[in-house]
C-alpha cells in the first residue's frame, strides 16, 4: 500500500490566508516543508479522502487528474475537508475520458446531506449528478470499497455530527487513519485492539502542538497513542506518521521534526509518500 499525503496542514493551511503571526513568517520564509495545504490523502493513486478546496492545486502539484478515483472517504463536513462543489465538473463538457465511470462517495449523513442541498442550489446536469453515488455509512461497520475492506470508526471531532476516521484494509496491509481527531474514544480503542491484525500505517492528528483540545490531538498525545498501540496493535515495522500541523502550535517543519526526534514518528508535509 502507498500514502501520499496531499495536504498536511490545518483547517486555515500554513502560513494561513490572512495570517502575519511569527509562525507564518518563518513558513513564508523557509517554504519548502513548512508550507502546508488543506489536509487530503491519495492512497495507491486511486482511493482519496477528503475533498478540500485545495483538491485542483493538489493535483496541479502532482501532476494526475481525479479521473481515475472511484471510492471517496470523508471524515466530516468541515469545509477543510469537504467542498462538495467542485464536483460540479465531473463529466459533461468539463472532464474527458474519465476512467472510472463513477464516483462513490462514503461518509456520515450530513456528507449526504451538505451534498444534496449544495446541488438543490446550484443545480448540476443529470450526467454529472448521476456519474456519483452517496453511500451514508456507520462506525464499526465494514464495507467494500472496490479491492479494499473500510472501516470507519468514531472521530473524537465535530461534536455536532458524527465524524468518522477509517481502517483501510486490502488484505495485506491495513492503514489506520486518524484525521480529524482528538485523542481516541475508549470504545474506538478497544475495536482497534479487537480488530484482529496489526496496523502497518498509523496517521494521526497533530493539531495542538503542545496545547490541549479535546477535537485535536497533540504532539504528546501522539507519542502516548503511539506507544499504546505498539502494544499489540502495531510491531517495530509500523509506520507512524503525524499530520494536519497548523501555524497555532508547531513552528516550521524543521522544528516540529526536532519535538519527533527519535520517537520514531515521521512528521508528514505536502507530498509526503510512503510505501509498506
Known amino acids: 500500500m502507498e500514502i501520499k499525503i496531499l495536504g498536511s496542514g490545518g483547517g486555515e493551511g500554513y502560513p494561513a490566508l490572512f495570517c502575519e503571526c511569527a509562525h507564518c513568517k518563518a513558513a513564508r520564509r523557509a517554504g519548502g516543508k513548512s508550507l502546508r495545504s488543506l489536509s487530503q490523502t491519495l492512497i495507491d493513486g486511486k482511493l482519496l479522502i477528503d475533498l478540500p478546496a485545495a483538491t485542483h492545486a493538489h493535483c496541479l502539484a502532482g501532476g494526475f487528474s481525479l479521473g481515475h478515483v472511484e471510492h471517496l472517504l470523508i471524515t466530516h463536513t468541515h469545509a477543510d475537508h469537504y467542498v462538495p462543489e467542485i464536483l460540479d465538473t465531473r463529466g459533461g463538457c468539463f472532464a474527458h475520458n474519465m476512467a472510472a465511470e ?19 442550489l446550484f443545480p448540476i446536469g443529470s450526467e454529472i449528478r448521476e456519474s456519483m453515488e452517496l453511500h451514508v455509512v456507520q462506525a464499526f461497520e465494514p464495507f467494500t470499497a472496490g479491492e479494499y475492506k473500510i472501516t470507519p470508526i468514531k472521530a473524537c471531532h465535530a461534536f455536532d455530527e458524527d465524524a468518522l476516521n477509517y481502517i483501510i484494509d486490502d488484505g495485506k496491509k491495513a492503514l489506520l487513519y486518524l484525521v480529524d481527531s482528538g ?59 503525524v499530520t494536519h500541523i497548523t501555524h497555532n502550535h508547531a513552528g516550521t517543519h524543521e522544528d516540529v521534526e526536532k519535538i519527533f526526534a527519535d520517537s520514531g514518528i515521521a512528521v508528514a508535509f505536502d507530498g509526503y509518500t510512503a510505501k509498506f
Open 183 to 241: 485523542y481516541p474514544y475508549a470504545e474506538t480503542l478497544a475495536f482497534l485492539q479487537g480488530y484482529g491484525k496489526k496496523f502497518d500505517c498509523v496517521i494521526m492528528d497533530a493539531t495542538m502542538g503542545d496545547n490541549y483540545y479535546k477535537g485535536h490531538m497533540n504532539f504528546e498525545e501522539n507519542k502516548k497513542l503511539k506507544a499504546y498501540l505498539t502494544e499489540g496493535m502495531c510491531d517495530a515495522k509500523t509506520k507512524f506518521v
Open 102 to 120: 463513477k464516483m462513490h462517495i462514503y461518509g456520515n449523513k450530513d456528507v449526504k446531506r451538505r451534498f444534496e442541498g449544495t446541488f438543490a
